[in-house]
């Protein structure tokens, strides 16, 4: 295994800085913080460092995240291309956190972006 950088991973080293980050995410938003979570989402999520199954399930939790920051646009914003991600890699997990990130968002579906968000999940 080799580490962020490329360099070669001490042995039995599990978790790389990105995976450590997206940890440091979940435990943010899991500890009522989700402001700080999304913080971590916009600085270390970013599809070139994960494989496109693992981009789709971390966007799909900061979606969640921008939900109890009550950033409805941006939540559906994230939702839809999660969904996106969620459907081209068959990934079940990712939908199912979508499914709450839609009933999440059921406050705001006056909104467009929700509501093409909402639709979408409908699809499925």
Known sequence: MLTDDGSPAEPGSYHSGRLLAMQTAICYHQAGLPERAVEVYDRELM?????????????????????????PDQAAVAGLQSHA???ATRSVRTLRELDRVANGLQAWVGRPSVHEFRRAMLVD
Request: hydrophobic share 45%; glycine share 4%; no cysteine.
């Open 47 to 71: 599809p070139a460092r994960f494989s496109r199954r693992d981009y789709g399930y971390f966007l799909s939790l900061k979606s969640a995240a921008l939900v109890s920051a009550q950033q």
């Open 85 to 87: 991600a969620a459907t």
